[in-house]
């Protein structure tokens, strides 16, 4: 399919992208996204999460960068994915997957089959979408305590919370200090 020499697309900043002078270039002690593929992340996330959420791109690309931080070849992966899932919207609508419309990314996806693909590293383009970006993206938004705070989940499964978090009516960050608990 190409994608292994569309990967280098993904890896350098766009040039009307605004150079960051304290940017560090990336190396294996400090590795770092392309501003291309936080993009096509980002493109991705808006497909996947609620239309109302705040603040996407930023948490996609913390959690991206901190995803693949000390695995090498899990950054291997997703690079490779995502130029794979932008070879084909170049192919098919003749643009980057990051610049089309949300609707048109969409039924990229469903057209690709991948909400039915399994999720699968080593499988062909469509499980290695669904693993890499999809699965990961959803996996983000909705187990981490960020993610879900970001609708409306203040403790996902498996972080700490307790009691004090169920008798608490509303989160803080969104509604300020609850009275009646002694802390103002």
Do not use: C, H, K
Request: aromatic letters at 8%.
């Amino acid at each position: 399919m190409g994608g292994g020499v569309l990967a280098g697309r993904l890896d350098p900043p766009r040039a009307d992208s605004a150079a960051d002078e304290d940017a560090t270039p990336a190396s294996s002690a400090n590795p770092s996204l392309s501003t291309d593929l936080v993009d096509l992340l980002d493109a991705v996330a808006e497909v996947l999460y609620p239309s109302d959420v705040d603040g996407r791109r930023e948490f996609v690309e913390t959690y991206a960068l901190g995803r693949t931080e000390d695995r090498p070849a899990y950054r291997d992966g997703v690079r490779e994915a995502a130029a794979q899932l932008d070879a084909v919207a170049r192919d098919w609508n003749g643009d980057s997957y990051a610049d089309l419309d949300a609707e048109t990314r969409d039924r990229i996806l469903r057209r690709l089959g991948v909400e039915t693909a399994e999720p699968d590293p080593e499988g062909p383009i469509t499980d290695r979408i669904r693993f890499y970006l999809v699965d990961d993206l959803l996996f983000a938004f909705y187990a981490s305590p960020v993610g879900g705070r970001l609708v409306g989940i203040e403790n996902p499964i498996g972080y700490p919370g307790g009691i004090e978090s169920y008798q608490r009516g509303s989160m803080p960050d969104r509604d300020g200090p609850r009275g009646g608990d002694g802390d103002g």
